[in-house]
C-alpha cells in the first residue's frame, strides 16, 4: 500500500513546521507521496519539492483555496497545480490581502470584549509574514490564558456567533477551481463533514462542484469519523468523484492522524491519484 499524505501545513500558512521540517517528519514516518497544501499560499513548495527529492518523496504541488458558497466557508483543495500560473498567484494574493483586512477586523472586534493588542500578538505567531488567520490569534490567546488549548479557544471566542468572529468573503468557488484547472492541477472539497450541511445543501455542493469539473472528495481525513468515512465515499463514488486522503496535519499532537498514519481509502472508490505519472514507479 502506497503512504500518502495530501493535505498538510507548514509555517508559510498556519502549520507549526517549517516546509524542510514537515518534509523531513513525513520522511522519518514512512511518507512516500506528500502533497504541502498551505493556506491560500503556494511559497513553501519549491523548499518542500528540494527536500522531498533527497528523502525520496514524491512531492505533489498543492494548495488549499479558502471559498465562500452560499454564505459558507468552504476549503477546496488543488493537487499537481503549477505553481508559475499567473492567475493562481494573482488569485491567492488577493485571498491573502482580504485576510490582512479580516485580521484588522477580528482583532477589533476582540478589543470589544477588552482584549487588546491582539493583532500584534496574532502576527508574532505568523511565520513569514504573508499569510494571517484565526489559528494565529487562537495561538496568541492560548498564551494569554483566555482558553487551555487552541481547540477550546476556536469554541469560545473564534467561530461563528462568537465574539471573536468575523464574517468575511473568500474566493468564489468557480474562481478557485478555475485557478486550479487553469494550472493543470485537480480539485478536491478538502474535509466536506467539516461543513455540517444538510442533505440538499451538500447534493447542491457536489452537483456544482462536479459541474465546474472538480474532481474529487476529500474522504479520509483528520476531520472524518469512520461513518463520515463510508458516507463520503459512497458520495463520490455515485458522483463519479474520485477520492483523496490526507491528515491536514499542521504539527504534533494538532491533528487527530500525524504524517504517514492514514487509513487506506474504503473499497471502491477511485483514487484522485490512480493516474498520476509520477507515481507510476512506485505504484
Ligand atoms: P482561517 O482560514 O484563518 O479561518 O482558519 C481556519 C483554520 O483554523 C483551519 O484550517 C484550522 O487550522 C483552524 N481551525 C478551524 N476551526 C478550528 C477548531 N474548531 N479547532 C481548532 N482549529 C480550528
Ligand atoms: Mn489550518
Ligand atoms: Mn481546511
Ligand atoms: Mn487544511
Known amino acids: 500500500m502506497l503512504n500518502i499524505d495530501l493535505h498538510c501545513h507548514s509555517t508559510i500558512s498556519d502549520g507549526l513546521l517549517t516546509p524542510t521540517q514537515l518534509v523531513e517528519r513525513a520522511a522519518i514516518r514512512g511518507v512516500e507521496t506528500l502533497a504541502l497544501t498551505d493556506h491560500d499560499d503556494i511559497a513553501g513548495l519549491a523548499e518542500a519539492r528540494q527536500i522531498a527529492e533527497t528523502k525520496n518523496i514524491t512531492f ?30 494573482e488569485g491567492l494574493a488577493a485571498v491573502r490581502a482580504g485576510r490582512t483586512q479580516r485580521a484588522e477586523n477580528i482583532a477589533a472586534e476582540l478589543a470589544k470584549i477588552g482584549i487588546h493588542d491582539s493583532l500584534e500578538g496574532a502576527y508574532a505567531y505568523v511565520g513569514e509574514q504573508r499569510l494571517i488567520g484565526r489559528t494565529h490569534f487562537a495561538r496568541f490567546l492560548v498564551e494569554q490564558g483566555y482558553a487551555k488549548d487552541v481547540k477550546s ?8 456567533g462568537k465574539p471573536g468572529y468575523t464574517p468575511h468573503e473568500w474566493a468564489a468557488l468557480s474562481d478557485a477551481i478555475g485557478w486550479i484547472h487553469g494550472s493543470g492541477g485537480r480539485a478536491v472539497i478538502a474535509h466536506p463533514g467539516r461543513y455540517h450541511l444538510g442533505k440538499n445543501v451538500l447534493n447542491d455542493l457536489f452537483d456544482e462542484f462536479c459541474a465546474l469539473g472538480g474532481a474529487a472528495i476529500e ?45 487506506e481509502l474504503p473499497l471502491g472508490c477511485k483514487p484522485v491519484w490512480h493516474d498520476w505519472k509520477s507515481l507510476a514507479a512506485i505504484e
Open 153 to 160: 479557544v476556536f469554541k469560545k471566542y473564534l467561530i461563528k
Open 219 to 263: 474522504v479520509v481525513t483528520s476531520s472524518h469519523t469512520p461513518e463520515q468515512v463510508k458516507d463520503f465515499a459512497k458520495h463520490a463514488q455515485d458522483m463519479g468523484l474520485m477520492a483523496s486522503c490526507g491528515s491536514d496535519f499542521h504539527g504534533p499532537g494538532e491533528s487527530y492522524y500525524d504524517l504517514g498514519q492514514l487509513p
Open 60 to 89: 505533489i504541488n498543492g494548495v488549499e483555496i479558502s471559498v465562500s458558497w452560499r454564505g459558507r466557508t468552504l476549503h477546496i483543495v488543488g493537487l499537481d497545480i503549477d505553481p508559475q500560473y499567473t492567475p493562481l498567484i
